[in-house]
């Protein structure tokens, strides 16, 4: 008898309960698979069997003979809910501590205090360095609320937006703003119109005409709360408002929670934002600013600034002096001297005086120079300013020599052409195009850009209804501008829009954009903006990163656009696909809502929109910061 062969016995041996344990597990993994999809389908064996033919099909790519191939597209980009994100699945940036809820980052008093106070340097603007900037998100205070609509934001804002009782004390003779229950009213008083804006204008207006239309951009230096400004804007002016972040505390929060357009700002030692030649109207009522000292300094820059014929306005010391001397504390030598300065400089500029009448002075800048460099044998100080570019605005310092305007073939021409009145000045081709000035730019091209933008806010209306709401915002900004008209499409809604002109910008069209009567300034965004958070209501943007790109990081773009936009507010941002997933993924960890949408033209075009809006959220009622205060 042979033994049977022991390796082959060992392995039937095995064989035996392997296939016990294979059987069990594929009985056990068919029940577990039938029950999953039980479960997806709702145990429905209808939809089981269209599910399983669903997917077949998609495999084979073979459709049933009964149904036609349909290649329309069915869902696009603007289909998709505006729903936060999971906060387990991002990494959310921080809030800011409580104390920081008013935080201007280029503006901070305490990085001011290592600079020159010769000339106010302290004060202009000083930003953090890269590794200085914070990673967090500004928190509003509590009981923050929605500012009230306009007109009625004209005159009251509430307490808890802007916490600040200073100016009720400093200014409650001069009647600015009054503190009632849990809001702030603002009467349109003045230091020098106790009897408001209002009135105060009026007289303005016997002195020059402000109604037909050939005043439409002002400047108003060292603005308080901006009700000159404010009050401008039922007559069709549109002011730029600035006064330093300084003793007088949140005046320019004031005047941007009322609704009216305003800038931390400063005469100082550098130029101020705006191109040559901007506004056709500059006003100082009490200022504070030395127009006289540094050789004039201050008032050439006006001179810059202000267009061929425009005025510049003068009110409080040292005009009327002499009735006003003794109240102002001030000797009448030092303030016959005062205006003694002033007068010499003005006429070194050119300028004629059209007259003086009781707290009012009004002077006139030329409508061209063909007078003035002949003078320039008299008065030779200040010089012509040669080879400088004169709209070159972004920390350019100031220089004691005359900005020279554009030649002229006659001596009644006005230098760089005339200017429609408003409201036609908004869509007739500025003078810097017709002219050729502005490299590249066109009157072909800028009739083109205007209807398009007609259409992209129309688009923008049709998915943002709020957009669509007159009154739903008042604030707004246009990080890009271009040629302002994304602006100029929403002139008859009742907000304003301050257009950004980035200074990397291939063209500078900040010129353009205020021949049009529209305001702006110039911006650097790898930097903060010189205004406080919450500041704009809407934020718009075209192909902003796409500029930026290499420049500095995005994410501290989108964290400056979260501090200066209100709790509910929205962004708008459009550029290229890649840019744009790149943009809503950090936007999402900013905790905004958002959705991408399809370009006007269709879901084909490769440049998309992120539509957003910030969630309402405050600083809790009561916290202790990281300074160890409490604060509420």
């Known amino acids: 008898m042979a033994w049977p062969n022991p390796s082959y016995y060992l392995?039937?041996?095995?064989?035996?309960?392997?296939?016990?344990?294979?059987?069990?597990?594929?009985?056990?993994?068919?029940?577990?698979?039938?029950?999953?999809?039980?479960?997806?389908?709702?145990?429905g064996v209808a939809n089981l069997a269209e599910s399983e033919c669903t997917q077949l099909q998609n495999i084979s790519g073979v459709a049933p003979k009964s149904h036609t191939l349909d290649f329309d597209t069915h869902h696009s980009a603007i289909d998709l809910p505006i729903a936060p994100t999971s906060p387990a699945r991002v990494n959310h940036f921080p809030a800011c501590p409580t104390y920081l809820s008013e935080y201007t980052p280029c503006e901070d008093a305490q990085r001011s205090l290592k600079f020159d106070r010769v000339m106010l340097v302290y004060r202009e603007r000083h930003c953090p360095e890269p590794n200085e900037v914070l990673k967090c998100r500004v928190p509003a205070p509590n009981g923050y609320t929605t500012p009230f609509r306009w007109p009625e934001s004209r005159d009251s804002v509430w307490f808890a937006n802007v916490p600040h009782k200073e100016l009720t004390v400093e200014k409650a003779v001069q009647n600015w703003v009054r503190f009632e229950g849990k809001r702030f009213r603002f009467p349109g008083g003045g230091t020098m119109f106790p009897r408001g804006a209002d009135a105060y204008i009026d007289e303005i207006g016997k002195l020059?005409?402000?109604?037909?239309?050939?005043?439409?951009?002002?400047?108003?230096?060292?603005?308080?709360?901006?009700?000159?400004?404010?009050?401008?804007?039922?007559?069709?002016?549109?002011?730029?408002?600035?006064?330093?972040?300084?003793?007088?505390?949140?005046?320019?929060?004031?005047?941007?929670?009322?609704?009216?357009?305003?800038?931390?700002?400063?005469?100082?030692?550098?130029?101020?934002?705006?191109?040559?030649?901007?506004?056709?109207?500059?006003?100082?009522?009490?200022?504070?600013?030395?127009?006289?000292?540094?050789?004039?300094?201050?008032?050439?820059?006006?001179?810059?600034?202000?267009?061929?014929?425009?005025?510049?306005?003068?009110?409080?010391?040292?005009?009327?002096?002499?009735?006003?001397w003794k109240g102002w504390n001030r000797t009448a030598e030092d303030l016959n001297n005062e205006q003694s300065g002033i007068e010499a400089?003005?006429?070194?500029?050119?300028?004629?005086?059209?007259?003086?009448?009781?707290?009012?002075?009004?002077?006139?800048?030329?409508t061209n120079h063909a007078h003035c460099q002949i003078n320039r044998k008299v008065y030779k100080k200040p010089p012509f300013c040669e080879g400088k570019d004169p709209d070159q605005a972004w920390y350019t310092k100031l220089e004691n020599c005359l900005t020279p305007l554009p030649e002229v073939g006659h001596v009644k021409d006005i230098a760089g052409g005339m200017l429609k009145k408003w409201p036609e000045r908004l869509t007739s081709v500025p003078p810097r195009i017709m002219r050729g000035s502005v490299k590249g730019i066109t009157a072909k091209i800028f009739r083109e850009d205007t209807d398009k933008w007609k259409k992209r806010v129309t688009y923008y209306k049709g998915f943002d209804g709020?957009?669509?709401?007159?009154?739903?915002?008042?604030?707004?900004?246009?990080?890009?501008?271009?040629?302002?008209?994304?602006?100029?499409?929403?002139?008859?809604?009742?907000?304003?829009?301050?257009?950004?002109?980035p200074v990397e910008a291939e063209i500078n069209t900040l010129g353009i954009i205020y021949e049009r009567g529209l305001i702006g300034t110039y911006q650097n965004w790898c930097e903060a903006m010189s205004t406080y958070p919450r500041t704009y209501d809407f934020i718009h943007g075209d192909s902003v990163f796409t500029l930026y790109k290499d420049r500095c990081e995005m994410e501290n773009i989108l964290l400056e656009m979260d501090r200066i936009l209100r709790p509910g507010g929205t962004v708008i941002l459009r550029d290229d696909v890649d840019m744009v997933v790149k943009i809503q993924s950090i936007i999402e960890r900013l905790n905004w809502n958002s959705k991408i949408v399809d370009h006007e033209e269709g879901p084909h075009h490769t440049e998309k929109i992120v539509w957003a809006v910030k969630q309402y959220w405050t600083a809790p009622a009561a916290a202790t910061d990281q300074q160890g205060s409490k604060t509420s």
């Not at 005046?251 to 700002?265: D, T």
């Not at 006429?347 to 009448?357: A, G, I, M, P």
């Not at 499409?489 to 950004?500: F, G, H, K, Q, T």
């Open 11 to 43: 392995a039937s041996k095995a064989k035996r309960p392997n296939l016990y344990y294979l059987a069990t597990s594929v009985t056990l993994c068919s029940i577990f698979y039938i029950a999953g999809i039980w479960q997806h389908t709702r145990g």
């Open 345 to 366: 400089v003005a006429k070194s500029l050119c300028w004629k005086k059209l007259v003086e009448k009781d707290d009012l002075a009004v002077w006139q800048k030329p």
């Open 466 to 501: 709020n957009l669509a709401v007159p009154g739903r915002f008042r604030n707004i900004l246009d990080m890009n501008a271009y040629l302002g008209g994304f602006a100029a499409a929403l002139i008859n809604d009742p907000l304003w829009v301050m257009n950004m002109v």
């Open 208 to 324: 020059i005409n402000l109604k037909d239309g050939s005043i439409r951009t002002a400047i108003d230096t060292g603005c308080g709360v901006a009700s000159w400004g404010a009050y401008l804007l039922s007559r069709n002016i549109l002011t730029v408002s600035f006064a330093p972040r300084d003793t007088h505390e949140a005046q320019v929060q004031f005047a941007l929670e009322r609704g009216v357009p305003a800038l931390i700002g400063v005469m100082a030692s550098i130029r101020l934002p705006y191109p040559s030649r901007a506004f056709d109207m500059a006003h100082c009522s009490r200022c504070l600013i030395p127009w006289g000292q540094y050789g004039g300094l201050y008032l050439i820059e006006i001179d810059r600034i202000l267009r061929p014929g425009g005025y510049w306005i003068l009110s409080g010391p040292p005009v009327n002096w002499k009735k006003h």
